[in-house]
T-cell receptor, first 116, second 111 residues
């Protein structure tokens, strides 16, 4: 089946530093990947749509200069949280759409970010 | 923007009993998907409904898509402790490629 990995699975950083999260589709190609954020006991909120070879599309209210997205290949998208602050602490989850056509999104295991 | 409402927010169920969670949208949907997220885990795809009035079953889970393609339901029979988790519906708006998640129904099972 379709597998999506994320790295790291958890990270603790100091306020003001930047953190990069990787999302990889392991056994399929994904032109489109999505980045979500989930706060405790809340639903998933779409942050941005990551498109291979082009700029990401950000949802309203999401700062593109703070959450940098790079989708350099058909199997890898990265999210960099720049100058992280404690309010950025959250569970970040990526998903990937299989290029073979189904609308199904396959989710990564998530990255728990804690900013001290 | 599109909103997807899901009720109830919490469901405490006695083991062995049935329950239903509902998902409603104000706009017509291209399809609707259901996910389950265990505590501490990530969403796992359960099923996708595409056709108006469609009903699909997975063992003790029955999924239904409304005739107007604006609502959906998930019914679980004979609840087991393994059913614990949060069930999300996610709507794919017609002509769109983004999923909008409902607020989820958090299910707790009393043994």
């Amino acid at each position: 089946g379709a597998v999506v990995s994320q790295h790291p699975s958890w990270v603790i950083c100091k306020s003001g530093t930047s953190v990069k999260i990787e999302c990889r589709s392991l056994d399929f190609q994904a032109t489109t990947m999505f980045w979500y954020r989930q706060f405790p006991k809340q639903s998933l909120m779409l942050m941005a749509t990551s498109n291979e070879g082009s700029k990401a599309t950000y949802e309203q209210g999401v700062e593109k200069d703070k959450f940098l997205i790079n989708h350099a290949s058909l199997t890898l998208s990265t999210l960099t949280v720049t100058s992280a602050h404690p309010e950025d602490s959250s569970f970040y989850i990526c998903s990937a759409r299989d290029n073979r056509g189904a609308d199904t999104q396959y989710f990564g295991p998530g990255t728990r970010l804690t900013v001290l | 923007g599109q909103q997807v409402m899901q009720i109830p927010q919490y469901q405490h169920v006695q083991e062995g009993e049935d329950f239903t969670t509902y998902c409603n949208s104000s706009t017509t949907l291209s399809n609707i998907q259901w996910y389950k997220q265990r505590p501490g885990g990530h969403p796992v795809f359960l099923i996708q409904l595409v056709k108006s009035g469609e009903v699909k079953k997975q063992k003790r889970l029955t999924f239904q898509f409304g005739e107007a393609k604006k609502n959906s339901s998930l019914h679980i029979t004979a609840t087991q402790t393994t059913d614990v988790g949060t069930y999300f519906c996610a709507a794919l708006k017609a002509a769109g490629n983004k999923l909008t998640f409902g607020g989820g129904t958090r299910v707790l099972v009393k043994p």
